[in-house]
DNA sequence: CTTCACAGGTCAACGGTGTTGTCATAAGGT
DNA sequence: ACCTTATGACAACACCGTTGACCTGTGAAG
């Protein structure tokens, strides 16, 4: 075997498979995202991609090298869909707030293919455009550059981090997700205040709190964090 | 096939494999997590685990019902061994800097099993222990109690949500790790200014900052923001 | 002691996985 | 109409988790 992947832009000839289907870049990736979303991401396999795309598997290898690079198409189509009509408002708060809460409800959407791929780094077009993109709010804030760089790799990484968590509790089976609430219920809420006295004080308050993500909290206290941080630098120059 | 898995308090034949060795859940734990040391996390599999104790990988299924089992038991092994030592100082935002770096490296250590398991209340003794031992930490520090749950909340999350995502990166087989590093240097550390000038402005850093974990920048905020708070309450009262 | 139920180790098989070397063929430029 | 070659198909390899049937030695009961 000799270069199997050929670029895109180099692609002319469009040959059909012998179920007659014109394989390309877009329609895998669009299948693959499909195939996740109804039947899992375990359901995800060359295989299974190759049958669903009416392909052989080893066909899929003309275009990506092997299970990872398809991972990460998938991954930057799931970005490239979240960010596609966000505009910065020139509020820096503001904007990395509503970055972050959309990329967490965007993962809460596709929950299944976001535990996928939210731990790749993809190096590819939508990627690259949400770098850069943060980088700007913040140097434009006023963050010097190695500061700026400091608070985007820690709020990106804690909203990757946090859709992660989550989307992967929305992707459990109706039942356990019920059972794993259940346990604060049945099992925290009732332990005597003699052996653990600090859950049983506030019992009451980790009912209702865990049921929510607390990816908000954790979203406003590293943004205030960085505010402070802000003012400290101005302050001194 | 019947029931397979026997609960350990009930078992009493120590018959030995083919090979001389006597298997026991505690031996096939202490194996698993041995492999996972030596050989890469990817070295798990029950056929490798089986030949490394000397016993057909069948076997292991009269310990564990699937691998998801064994997984979760080693899981749980960690905490134990994470948590073990831990003593608090009184110092509150030491004590939970402690304990959050604690976490993650203890996941570290293990990607594998930290991954499957960061996702899942488990409602079982260390991690009881944990919680309370938190809240005390909170509220000793002067948090009121909704105040102490909701930070506590973002404090384990962000633990969590750091650990699995690190500790994924971590698990990926090398090659795929290799590629990750290198998308830095060799995709945007080149990108011109004119296209993307924040990239191209702080692309020196960006090389520099994205190979480290981001979670001790990120827990420091966290803690930063916890303390402002704190000062507030204070002030207020 | 001997007996004997059965826990638990073994074997073989099933159906799945990613990946690759080789081959066949139709598309597109000439 | 021809020729090149991109690209799809096929078959094979080495692995994976899991299971049902089988066999054997253990340990307790008589």
Chains 1, 2 share one sequence.
Do not use: C
Request: hydrophobic residues 45%; without cysteine; charged residues 25%.
């Amino acid at each position: 075997m000799t270069e199997r992947v050929v670029p895109p832009a180099e692609r002319r000839r469009r040959r059909p498979t012998k179920q007659g289907v014109v394989l390309s870049e877009e329609l895998i990736v669009a299948t693959a995202l499909r195939l996740i979303e109804e039947h899992g991401a375990e359901a995800l396999s060359v295989r299974r991609l190759g049958r669903a795309l009416g392909a052989d598997p080893s066909s899929l290898y003309r275009y990506f090298r092997h299970t990872d690079d398809l991972l990460l198409a998938v991954a930057d189509e799931l970005i490239g869909r979240t960010l596609r009509d966000w505009r910065p408002t020139g509020d820096w708060r503001a904007d990395l707030r509503d970055l972050g809460l959309r990329v967490h409800s965007g993962a809460l959407g596709h929950p299944r293919a976001a535990v996928l791929s939210a731990y790749r780094v993809t190096g590819r077009v939508h990627e690259i455009q949400a770098v850069e993109t943060i980088l700007g709010v913040l140097r434009g804030a006023g963050f010097p550059d190695p500061e700026a760089v400091r608070v985007y790799h820690a709020f990106v990484d804690q909203a990757l981090a946090f859709s992660a968590l989550d989307a992967a509790g929305a992707a459990l089976p109706k039942p356990a997700r019920d059972a794993e609430n259940a346990v604060w219920q049945a099992t925290y809420a009732r332990l005597p205040a003699g052996t653990h006295p600090n859950i049983a004080a506030t019992a009451r308050h980790l009912v209702a709190d865990m049921r929510h993500s607390s990816y908000p909290t954790a979203l406003e206290m590293l943004l205030s964090a960085a505010e402070a941080r802000l003012f400290e630098i101005r302050g001194r120059a």
